[in-house]
C-alpha cells in the first residue's frame, strides 16, 4: 500500500495531464478594485458593477478605478465608449505605471472638439513629449487590448475600431529600452481615470476579460481530469477509513471500572484548577477580543481578508493568481505600490476558505458580503487568538511527558500569555500561530509514539507557508530515526494521502502532486530577480545583518534594516548570497549532527534542534519579517528543562521584548501612509506608538537586540549540543522529581 501511494503521486508528477494557455477572468469585481474621486470628490463618480465600469467626471474631479496591480505577465481586454467629453480635460486616461520607479505609459482619450487619441511616456516621475497617435469617434466603440510582461517586456497597447465606427486600428509598444523602470519585474498598475476642468466627462468600460499565466510550479489540470481527480480522492478517503477504522478497533478504550461509592480526595483540588483553567482561558479571550479594536497592519489585514473572500467566492486554487492582481491602495493613501499575492502552501489557503466560507455564511444573507469589513477581520484575529490557545494546549502536552503539571502549565502560560504573540494574532492580525499548531501537534504525536499522526501533521505543518518548511525538515529526519524504517515509510506515505484529501479543493483544480509543486515554486523564489533592489536584508526584524551594515555600510537607524539585500557586503558576496550560504552551511552541520545522533537524544530532545534550525532562518536570512520570530518563541517555550530557570527566562524575555518592540514599531510606520484607517495606534495621537516607534528607529536599540536574538540563537546551538546526552540533567530544579510525580 505505501509504494502504490508513492508511486501514485511520483506518477502524477511527470504524466498528470497539465493546462495550457492562460487563465481568464471576466467582468470586474467591485471587492476586488480600488475606486476613489480625486480632486473634488463631490463632482465625480464611480459606476462599477460586475459587467461595466463608468466614471463621471465632474467639474475639478478625477474619478479613478485601480484595475490592477501586478507582477505576472498579463493581457487584458475591454471595450470603452466615450458618452461625454466636454470640458479641456481627458474624459479617459489608460495608466500602464510602475508606482515604485513613477514609471509608466499614459494612453489618452482626449477632449473635444479634437478627439485626439494619444500616448505620453513618464521616467522617474517627469512626463516625457506627447506622442499623437490619431482621432477616435466619440459615437464610437472601441476595444483596447493590453499585454504586458513586468519583468521581460515589452508592452503592447491597441486601440481597435469596432461595430459600424470606421478608422484604422492603433498600436503602440514601450520596451526596456523606453522605460526601464517597468519591467523589473516589480508591481505595475493598471489605472483607468477621467478628468474634467470645466465640464463634464464620462466614460464607459465593458467586457472586461483579463488573462494570467499558469503560475510556476502549480500548473493546473487540463480539463477532463477532474473525474480522475475525484474517483482517486473517493479511493484514497475509502482506504483512509479502512485504516482508521482498524488503528480506532485495535486502540479502543476500556470500560472504565465500577464506581466504589468513594469521593477521591482528589476532587476539591482537581475542581479549583480546573477553575483556574478556566479562568485563564476567560482572561485569555477578554484580552484578545478586546484588543482587536485597536487597530491592524494595514497591508496585512487587507492582504488576509483578500484570501478569505477570494478562496470563498472563486476557489481556492484562484488564491494562486487573483490576488496577485489586487492592490490594498487604500493603505497607501490610494497609489497601488504593491499587489497582495498569496505567499503560503495550500494548507493555509484551506484556512483561508475555511474563513470566508463562515463569514458568508454568518454575514452574505443570501449573497456575497463585502470583502473590506470589520466582521471579516475580527474574524480572521478570531481564528488566529482560538489556535493561538490550542498551541498553548499543545506546548502543555509536550512539556508534559517530561517535566510534570507545574511546569508545564508555567510553559503554556508563557506562550498564552506572551505580549509578542498577542500583539502579533490580536493587533497585527497575522497568522503564525496557525501554521504553528500543525508543527507542534506534529512534535506530540511523535513523542506520543505515534508515527502515523506525527507524519500527518508533519507534512501539514510544511505545506503552511514556506518559513515551516525547514523545521518539519529537521522534525521528518528525527521521526525517520526515531522509529524503524519500515514504520516511518508506511507513516510517511499515509501522511502523503492525508495530505492529498486535505488539500483536496487544490487538487482538483492543479494536481495530486501540488504539494511537491509547492515545495519547488518556495526553491525557486530563491532565485535572482531584476527587483532584488527592493528586497532588504530585513524587512523589521532584528537578524545578523542590521550590526553589518552599520559596521561595513555606514547605516544608521531604520535604515540599517531597509537595506537592499543585493548590494555587495564582502568580495563576489552581496547580503543576500553570504547569508543563505551561513545558513546552509549552519542547517547542515545542524541536520548531520540530529541524524547521527537521533537515537542518543533525551526527550524532547529534537525540539533544541528545532529551534536552532528556525533561529537560523531568521537570523542569518536576509529579508525576515518580525512577525516570524513568534515561530521561534512556539518553540523556544517548549525548551523549558533544556538549561537553568534564569538562562531560559533571560532567552524568553529577550526574544519576547526584540519582537514585541519591532511588532509596534514598524507597525507605526506601515500605517503613517493612511493613519486614519487606525487612528487608535497613529503615533501622531498614540505616545506609545510614537515611543516604540522611536526604539525601533533607535542604533542602540537595534544593536542590543540584534546581538540579543544572536545570543538565543547561539544558546540553542549549545542546547541541541547538550540534548544529545540523554542522561543529562534537566535544568529546572526539581523537574525531575516532577516528572515522575506527575
Not at 480632486?39 to 478605478?65: F, I
Not at 479549583?272 to 484578545?288: D, E, F, Q, S
Amino acid at each position: 500500500m505505501a509504494a502504490f501511494i508513492l508511486g501514485w503521486v511520483a506518477l502524477s508528477l511527470v504524466a498528470w495531464p497539465r493546462a495550457t494557455g492562460d487563465v481568464t477572468h471576466d467582468g470586474f469585481d467591485p471587492n476586488l478594485l480600488w475606486t476613489g474621486v480625486l480632486g473634488t470628490p463631490t463632482a465625480g463618480q464611480v459606476s462599477l458593477s460586475r459587467s461595466s465600469l463608468r466614471l463621471t467626471a465632474g467639474p475639478g474631479s478625477e474619478p479613478t478605478v485601480h484595475l490592477l496591480a501586478t507582477s505576472l505577465r498579463f493581457a487584458a481586454v475591454f471595450d470603452v465608449r466615450i458618452e461625454a467629453d466636454g470640458g479641456s480635460s481627458d474624459p479617459l486616461e489608460i495608466h500602464l505605471w510602475s508606482a515604485r520607479q513613477a514609471t509608466g505609459y499614459l494612453l489618452r482619450f482626449g477632449a473635444a472638439p479634437d478627439h485626439t487619441l494619444s500616448g505620453q511616456l513618464q521616467l522617474n516621475g517627469a512626463w516625457k513629449a506627447i506622442n499623437n497617435l490619431g482621432t477616435y469617434d466619440p459615437h464610437g466603440r472601441y476595444q483596447v487590448r493590453i499585454a504586458l510582461d513586468p519583468t521581460h517586456g515589452p508592452q503592447t497597447i491597441d486601440v481597435i475600431p469596432t461595430g459600424s465606427v470606421g478608422g484604422t486600428p492603433i498600436h503602440s509598444l514601450v520596451s526596456a529600452a523606453d522605460a526601464p523602470g517597468l519591467f523589473l519585474g516589480l508591481p505595475v498598475a493598471m489605472t483607468v481615470q477621467s478628468l474634467s476642468k470645466d465640464g463634464l466627462a464620462r466614460a464607459v468600460i465593458d467586457h472586461y476579460r483579463l488573462s494570467l499565466p499558469v503560475q510556476p510550479g502549480l500548473p493546473r489540470s487540463a480539463p477532463g481530469s477532474a473525474p480522475v481527480t475525484v474517483t482517486l480522492l473517493v479511493v484514497s478517503a475509502l482506504l483512509l477509513g479502512l485504516v482508521a477504522a482498524g488503528r480506532f478497533a485495535r486502540h479502543r478504550p476500556r470500560p472504565l471500572p465500577a464506581s466504589t461509592g468513594r469521593v477521591s480526595s482528589k476532587m476539591p483540588a482537581r475542581t479549583g484548577l480546573m477553575l483556574l483553567v478556566a479562568a485563564a482561558t476567560i482572561g485569555y479571550l477578554a484580552g484578545n477580543l478586546w484588543l482587536f479594536h485597536v487597530g491592524a497592519h494595514s497591508y496585512d489585514i487587507m492582504a488576509e481578508k483578500t484570501f478569505a473572500y477570494v478562496a470563498a467566492t472563486y476557489g481556492p486554487a484562484d488564491l494562486y493568481d487573483v490576488p496577485a492582481t489586487v492592490t490594498p491602495a487604500k493603505v497607501w493613501a490610494g497609489t497601488p505600490y504593491a499587489e497582495v499575492g498569496f505567499p503560503y502552501g495550500p494548507v493555509m489557503g484551506i484556512v483561508f476558505t475555511a474563513i470566508g466560507a463562515v463569514y458568508r455564511a454568518a454575514f452574505g444573507q443570501g449573497g456575497i458580503p463585502p470583502m473590506d469589513s470589520i466582521q471579516l477581520e475580527v474574524l480572521i484575529k478570531l481564528f488566529n487568538v482560538v489556535l493561538g490557545l490550542a498551541d498553548g494546549v499543545l506546548i502543555y502536552l509536550i512539556l508534559r511527558k517530561r517535566l510534570g503539571n507545574v511546569l508545564s502549565a508555567i510553559g503554556a502560560g508563557l506562550f498564552v500569555f506572551n505580549p509578542a504573540v498577542w500583539f502579533m494574532m490580536s493587533v497585527w492580525g497575522e497568522t503564525q500561530t496557525i501554521s504553528l499548531l500543525f508543527l507542534l501537534l506534529a512534535i506530540w504525536r511523535g513523542e506520543a509514539e505515534d508515527p502515523v499522526g506525527a507524519w500527518a501533521a508533519l507534512a501539514l505543518a510544511a505545506l503552511t507557508r514556506p518559513q515551516m518548511i525547514i523545521p518539519a525538515a529537521f522534525l521528518a529526519l528525527y521521526l525517520l530515526r526515531r522509529f524503524p524504517l519500515g514504520a516511518s515509510i508506511r507513516a510517511a506515505s499515509w501522511s502523503i494521502l492525508i495530505a492529498f484529501i486535505a488539500v483536496a479543493p487544490f487538487t482538483l483544480r492543479i494536481s495530486p502532486a501540488l504539494p511537491v509543486s509547492y515545495l519547488e515554486r518556495v526553491a525557486g523564489t530563491q532565485a535572482a530577480t531584476p527587483s532584488d533592489s527592493y528586497s532588504y536584508v530585513s524587512s523589521d526584524g532584528y537578524n545578523l545583518w542590521p550590526l553589518v551594515t552599520q559596521s561595513v555600510s555606514g547605516q544608521s537607524g531604520k535604515a540599517r534594516l531597509y537595506y537592499p539585500a543585493s548590494r555587495s557586503v564582502w568580495g563576489p558576496f552581496s547580503y543576500s548570497s553570504l547569508g543563505t550560504l551561513l545558513l546552509v552551511i549552519t542547517l547542515a552541520m545542524l541536520g548531520l549532527t540530529l541524524a547521527l545522533a537521533s537515537r542518543r537524544l533525551r526527550p524532547g530532545g529534537v525540539l533544541p534542534f528545532l529551534l536552532a534550525a528556525t533561529l537560523a532562518l531568521l537570523v542569518l536570512k536576509t529579508g525576515v519579517s518580525t512577525h516570524h520570530f513568534v515561530l521561534a518563541i512556539g518553540l523556544l517555550i517548549p525548551c523549558l528543562g533544556f538549561i537553568t530557570a534564569p538562562a531560559y527566562a533571560a532567552l524568553v524575555m529577550a526574544v519576547t521584548v526584540t519582537t514585541f518592540v519591532s511588532l509596534w514599531g514598524s507597525l507605526g510606520y506601515a500605517l503613517q501612509a493612511a493613519p486614519k484607517l487606525y487612528p487608535l495606534l497613529d503615533a501622531e495621537h498614540n505616545i506609545l506608538t510614537a515611543a516604540f516607534m522611536n526604539l525601533f528607529n533607535s542604533d542602540v536599540f537595534i544593536t542590543a537586540a540584534t546581538i540579543a536574538n544572536l545570543a538565543v540563537f547561539l544558546v540553542s546551538l549549545a542546547m541541541a549540543a547538550r540534548a544529545l546526552t540523554r542522561e543529562a540533567e534537566t535544568g529546572m530544579p526539581g523537574a525531575g522529581q516532577s516528572a515522575r510525580r506527575g
